[in-house]
């Protein structure tokens, strides 16, 4: 039997835009398994970002429950859930989101000191990611000082640190040109292989969607397609496009 | 890391974080300044009350600060040698010194004004350097019908040093007495009224004027200032074990005018306190909430993956506690240097409101107001940093992260 690491039943987001309520995501059941590489496409709006930050326990969801590994976490505030983040769950931006003031060694440390690893273990992890990445001799330097494929491979190697059991992914490559975008997306893969850590990405991107083992399509805030490899995991559920431009996927 | 996380973004907008430490240090030295200026104040009219008038404690007879005397020295003491000597024994007193009051009209023949006199021991006046001498000399032990006049007076007698007036007042008796007294000397203590009504003369002449051997009070001078009340106690232990018929008050509790002078000048600096503590809470306020807000985003990654709320707060915090601690270093730094600066400058003070001389500006750089100063900005940066870090470590991290 597959192991679970995230479940969602029923999962419904609604924000409040002032007098307006706006529905993100209205009716979610999901389950992603162990070693899952998974891409969730779909328009601007469509509620993949949502979605993403619901499985990555940074947001609430308005009903629905929501399971980590099996544990309920539906009910327990977020700051609660901090050390689930911190060890569990790895996060990957568009942006990067590194700390500019911490260079490359630091920032890959950090997620380390956070859950007090012993400084011996933490310097001997973080100097295998930063080699595992390609990063060793730019271990000093400091965000600024790096390319955008060089800023994204550190945001890897610390969400990957904490040897999480999974990794959420926004946008990965978007800041990036579609060569280092590839070698990011190879990096990944090749992680997602090596380690079975389970990838989420929310993304417009053809080529993960095409690398992806699993492609979840939303449309306006519902799952409107989810394909394995080919099959299609639900009767009601429509096949997935997995080439052709952005336009198309969005 | 959380330190280190700080530390760095103090030096991160390096304009921003320059005029807040500027704002610090310019309250740091303000508080230096204004407090040493204070404590020379403080300390200068305190010395010159002991030294001019008061001594730092008087012995009076006993009884003699609730009776109301028909006659002059009707409360007087007499035959003070030996307590004189008891209490010249004691290694922190420098000296005693008897003196008389008295008051009556003083004639050069042709006008006749009212005078305050002060009868004293010469040389030990001399030595308390109550007045400052503006022509002539000071009187001896020996020449009892000598005086020095007050500066103002002697420009109103129209006398040079040489000259004789008379003085006339009233005896132990109750009779009236007068005496010629020759001008050796003209001094001025600075406070206008005063100088215009005073004479100074030796004990001697004024026992002779007021026809007795009394004196009114003894005055005794201590080596410090600050050793007032242990001497006090120790003496009036030992008054009490001698059994003398005596009462003794300290300076602290005959100087009217110096403690009106330390409240007013007490609430001034408070006053200034609270301005540069407002300004350097906004201060700093504002720039950690423009920290905040150009790193909203960072929180937001750092809350997602697994910092906690407390955390983001602390780390805010000690940016408020670095700038402060760096604006407070700063502030001591410069404020003791422009002290030092003016205090070499010698720079000369108008004569303050009814007095005729001025008066050297001077910094006293005393250990409490450096840490006063210090601590007002360190404590007030950590103080401000408070709400402003709330505020990050709430922050939604879906918002904070830019992501809805």
Not at chain 2, 207 to 229: A, P, V, Y
Not at chain 2, 310 to 324: N, T
Request: glycine residues 8%; aromatic residues 6%; hydrophobic residues 45%.
């Amino acid at each position: 039997m597959k192991d679970q690491v995230i479940g969602l039943v029923g999962v419904r987001k609604l924000y409040r835009l002032g007098s307006v309520e706006v529905v993100a995501l209205a009716g979610v059941d999901l389950e992603v398994y162990r070693g899952d590489f998974t891409a969730l496409a779909g328009p601007s709006g469509s509620g993949k970002t949502t979605l993403l930050n619901l499985i990555g326990c940074i947001d609430k969801a308005s009903s629905g429950r929501v399971f980590v590994e099996g544990q309920d976490i539906t009910d327990k505030p977020l700051d609660a859930l901090a050390d689930l983040r911190a060890t569990r769950i790895g996060f990957i931006f568009q942006t990067f989101n590194l700390v500019p003031v911490l260079n490359s060694f630091e920032n890959v440390e950090y997620p380390l000191l956070l859950s007090g690893v012993p400084r011996k273990e933490r310097h001997e992890r973080v100097w295998s990611w930063l080699r595992n990445v390609g990063l060793e001799s730019q271990a000093r330097q400091r965000p600024d000082q790096l390319s955008g494929g060089q800023r994204q491979r550190v945001a890897i190697a610390r969400a990957m640190i904490m040897k999480p059991v999974l990794v959420l992914a926004d946008e990965p490559t978007a800041n990036l040109d579609s060569e280092t975008a590839s070698q990011i997306l190879d990096l990944l893969d090749q992680i997602n292989r090596e380690t079975r850590t389970t990838f989420v990405f929310a993304t417009h991107d053809p080529n993960i969607i095409g690398r992806a083992h699993r492609r979840i399509r939303l449309r306006d805030g519902r799952i409107v397609a989810d394909e394995r490899n080919g099959v299609v995991n639900s009767a009601r559920l429509q096949p997935i496009a997995t080439t052709g431009s952005r336009s198309q996927n969005a | 890391m959380l330190l280190k996380i700080s530390f760095r973004n103090v030096f991160r907008n390096r304009r921003r974080s320059l005029i807040t430490l500027l704002v610090l240090v310019m309250g740091a030295t303000g508080m230096i300044l204004f407090g040493g200026y204070k404590e020379v104040n403080f300390y200068g009219l305190r010395e010159t009350t002991i030294r001019n008038r008061l001594g730092h404690l008087q012995i009076y007879k006993l009884g003699s600060s609730t009776a109301e005397s028909d006659k002059p020295l009707e409360y007087g003491l007499e035959d003070v040698q030996s307590i004189r000597k008891r209490i010249e024994q004691d290694p922190r007193v420098s000296m005693t010194a008897a003196q008389i009051t008295l008051m009556g009209l003083i004639s050069n023949g042709d006008k006749s004004e009212t005078f305050l006199g002060t009868a004293v021991e010469p040389s030990k006046d001399a030595r308390m350097q109550a007045q400052r001498l503006v022509s002539g000399r000071e009187p001896t032990d020996k020449e009892l019908d000598t005086l020095i006049v007050g500066q103002g007076l002697a420009r109103s007698m129209k006398v040079r040093n040489g000259d004789y007036l008379t003085l006339m007042t009233t005896t132990v008796t109750g009779s009236l007495n007068a005496m010629d007294f020759q001008v050796v000397g003209t001094f001025a203590t600075g406070v206008k009224e005063y100088d215009d009504r005073a004479v100074k003369m030796p004990l001697g002449g004024a026992q002779l004027l007021l026809n007795t051997k009394k004196i009114e009070k003894l005055l005794i001078m201590l080596k410090k200032t600050d050793e007032t009340e242990d001497v006090a106690a120790d003496l009036r232990i030992l008054a009490a074990k001698e059994k003398w018929p005596v009462e003794m008050k300290s300076w602290s509790e005959l100087a009217t005018f110096y403690h009106q002078v330390v409240l007013i000048f007490n609430g001034i600096f408070g006053f200034i306190g609270i301005i540069v503590f407002v300004i350097v809470v906004l201060s700093v306020a504002n720039t950690i909430m423009m920290s905040i807000f150009e790193r909203t985003r960072e929180i937001g990654t750092l809350m997602a993956i697994g910092t906690k709320r407390r955390r983001v707060w602390l780390m805010f915090l000690f940016e408020g506690m670095i700038i402060g601690l760096l604006g407070g270093v700063l502030g001591l730094l410069f404020g003791t240097g422009v002290a030092q600066l003016i205090n070499l400058a010698h720079i000369q003070l108008p004569p303050p409101p009814g007095y005729t001389t001025g008066y050297p500006l001077r910094i006293m750089l005393k250990s409490s107001i450096l840490v006063s100063a210090f601590l007002l900005a360190w404590v007030t940066a950590t103080l401000s940093s408070i709400y402003p870090a709330l505020r990050a470590s709430r922050l939604r991290i879906v918002d904070a992260l830019g992501h809805i």
